[in-house]
């Protein structure tokens, strides 16, 4: 049994047009229709250009923000709809590495208290007083047990990333969604977080769903990977399995825009046409078709579904064709 279990996910946030009278408009597809299962110990990368809906699926798996529609499976129950207490219940489970490592620590609070929050929020009293756990995880995370009352201001952007890290294992969760963890970081600094929430997983045993624009990053840290376009998966497979023979349009323009090593290496890059249509009205049939260089009539009328064309290989595409992008 899977550790997660999405079924046909959907996130809609409804709009406004402002006449006369106020009226309900078309809602935007934030996320339309995202399966996937994410086991024990494993990390999906979740990739995609912005706007896709990465980071609202992440937010939605949790239940920080409640699912239009679908089905969300957490160890073979169905938290979908849960509230209250048991919702409060679920949130010892599953916790949130946020992109902004400011911006997600109150700046009025010493990090001791921001790291001893979820200790407080579940009435959880651990062995040998809050402070001495508090400062333990600081230290796990590589953080001086001695700086716990000083506030976020205080400390570099890496550290601080650290102190949410920090903030997110102190219940020893299952599941960790990172949104864009290393984003905000210098380079050299998103290797050592990289490495620090790698560590964790091992002695841990945690699964991490992974959202990222770096594909680098993403095939590094990943297991398996899903690629996002306009609030749909296009694409998901294991690491390997995608990177070296993607087979949606997208993915393979996505894969073709990462640097190599290597300059002199001629290799065709893939470049999209057009602008990323609104989620507010998003295209017929397949959503990539009008910026996809192999698109058809067929991919105006029909949406594509979601295709097993490998073991675990799944692809959204009427023309699917393995392609040397690497």
């Known amino acids: 049994m899977s550790l997660l279990e999405v079924t046909d996910l959907q996130k809609y946030f409804p709009t406004y047009e402002q006449k006369l009278l106020r009226r309900e408009g078309d809602p935007i597809k934030a996320v339309d229709g995202v399966s996937f299962t994410l086991d024990t110990g494993e990390t ?3 990739v995609g250009e912005s706007g896709c809906g990465k980071s609202t699926a992440g937010r939605t798996v949790l239940r920080l923000l ?4 679908g089905k969300i499976t957490f160890e073979g129950e169905d938290v979908t709809s849960i509230k209250g207490e048991h919702l409060r219940q679920l949130r010892r489970e599953v916790q949130m590495v946020f992109q902004d490592p400011y911006g997600s620590l109150n700046p009025r609070h010493p990090v001791g208290a921001i790291i001893a929050a979820p200790f407080e ?13 508090v400062q333990n995880l600081m230290e796990r ?12 201001h205080e400390f570099s952007g890496g550290q601080r990333q650290r102190i949410g890290v920090a903030r997110a294992i102190a219940l020893k969760p299952k599941l960790i969604v990172c949104d864009e963890p290393v984003s905000a970081l210098d380079v050299s600094i998103q290797a050592q977080v990289i490495n620090l929430l790698e560590d964790i997983q091992a002695e ?11 594909l680098s990053v993403v095939r590094h840290i990943s297991d398996r990977v899903m690629v996002m376009y306009l609030g749909k998966m296009m694409e998901i497979a294991d690491r390997d399995s995608l990177y070296e023979r993607p087979m949606h349009p997208y993915t393979q323009a996505l894969l073709s ?6 300059p ?12 990323l249509p609104s989620p507010q009205n998003p295209p017929s049939g397949c959503v990539f078709r009008t910026r996809c260089p192999i698109a058809t009539e067929r991919c105006a009328v029909e949406v594509p579904m979601p295709t097993e064309l490998e073991p675990g290989h799944v692809v959204a595409c009427h023309f699917p064709k393995v392609r040397d992008v690497l």
């Open 44 to 46: 999906l990368g979740l």
């Open 66 to 69: 409640n699912p239009t529609g």
């Open 121 to 133: 929020i579940q009435g959880i009293k651990p062995e040998g007083g809050v402070k001495k756990a």
């Open 141 to 152: 995370v590589g953080l001086n047990p001695e700086h716990y009352n000083r506030y976020p």
């Open 204 to 214: 841990q045993n945690l699964a991490y769903v992974f959202i990222a624009h770096d």
């Open 257 to 262: 825009a990462v640097p190599v090593p290597e």
């Open 264 to 275: 002199r290496r001629e290799r065709e890059r893939i470049l999209l046409t057009g602008d």
